[in-house]
Structures are given as structure tokens and as C-alpha cells.
């Protein structure tokens, strides 16, 4: 049996174990309203796996890591009712640089993906510190924390300096 076939027979069993369940639980799994993220999930899966089982065609695992970030994602955003959305959005450049890099690891390491990879990444870590600092400010006057951890950080080099 080739590997294609194992990873649709696999695919298979369990989508029908589900179906199963589905019908019988009545948890309302295959409702469109949660399958969907699930079938942008196994889309991107199937670009990951037909690269790794032929390794050959690398450019598939752009599609692949970008599809299977972005069905995670909504995964977590269908369950959760979306109620995270307007801090989750950084991932979606990251997706792309998830499936960038990927193909830097797989086809011969060419440098110049590498500046996609960090700027994107770097976007969307900025990103997700800014919504960070944004929601802490709420709790913390970060007027006068900032201050304070720019003095800390001066005493602790002084302090060290005088050590050495």
C-alpha cells in the first residue's frame, strides 16, 4: 500500500468514527459551523504530508504551513465563538512565515527567504506585544512602571560593574 493510501484510509476511518459519534452522541461535530476549520486543516495537512512522503515539490509546504496555522487558528476561534479574534490576528502573517520557512528548512536553506520569515514573524510578535502592553495598561499605570524598571535595569549594571 502506498503512503497516499494509508493517509486517506486513515482520513476515512476517522471521519466516519466521527460521523458515528456525531449520530449517535448527537454533538452536532459535522454542523458546518465547526467542520469547516477542520477541512482547512486537512488541506493543509495534505500539502505537508504529500511533501514528506514523496519529499520531492518543497513549494508545497508553503500551502501546507500556512493552511495548517491558519486551521488551527480557526479551530480555536470556532470553539472559543470568536470571542479572541481581535488578539488572534497576528497569526495570520506568521502563518506565512510558518510555510515560508519550512520551505528555507526543506529546499536547500536559500537565505533570502529568510527576510520574509523575520519580518513577518517580527510583525507579528510586535503585534501581539502591543495588544499585550495595550490590555495590561487597563490594570497598570505603565506611566510609572516603565520608569521604575529603566532605573532597576541602571542600578543592576552599576551594581555589576562594580563587581567586576
Known amino acids: 500500500m502506498n503512503k497516499s493510501g494509508l493517509f486517506w484510509g486513515i482520513i476515512l476511518i476517522l471521519t466516519g468514527g466521527l460521523l458515528l459519534i456525531d449520530n449517535l452522541g448527537n454533538w452536532q461535530i459535522f454542523s458546518m459551523e465547526f467542520l469547516w476549520p477542520v477541512l482547512i486543516l486537512i488541506l493543509g495537512l495534505a500539502f505537508e504530508f504529500n511533501y514528506f512522503s514523496k519529499k520531492e515539490s518543497p513549494g508545497l509546504l ?3 504551513g500556512i493552511l495548517t496555522v ?4 480557526f479551530i480555536f476561534e470556532t470553539f472559543t465563538h470568536w470571542q479572541f ?9 506568521l502563518a506565512v512565515a510558518v510555510g515560508l520557512f519550512q520551505l528555507y528548512l526543506f529546499s536547500g536553506r536559500p537565505r533570502g527567504l529568510l527576510v520574509p520569515v523575520f519580518i513577518l514573524t517580527a510583525l507579528a510578535c510586535i503585534s501581539f506585544t502591543g495588544m499585550f502592553v495595550t490590555s495590561i ?5 505603565l506611566g510609572l512602571v516603565v520608569p521604575i524598571l529603566l532605573i532597576l ?3 543592576i549594571l552599576i551594581i555589576q560593574r562594580k563587581k567586576t
Do not use: E, M, N
Request: no cysteine; charged share 10%; hydrophobic share 40%.
Open 62 to 64: 508553503v500551502p501546507g
Open 70 to 73: 491558519i486551521g488551527l487558528l
Open 85 to 93: 479574534s481581535g488578539y488572534t490576528w497576528p497569526v495570520y502573517p
Open 137 to 141: 495598561q487597563r490594570y497598570i499605570d
Open 153 to 155: 535595569a541602571g542600578l
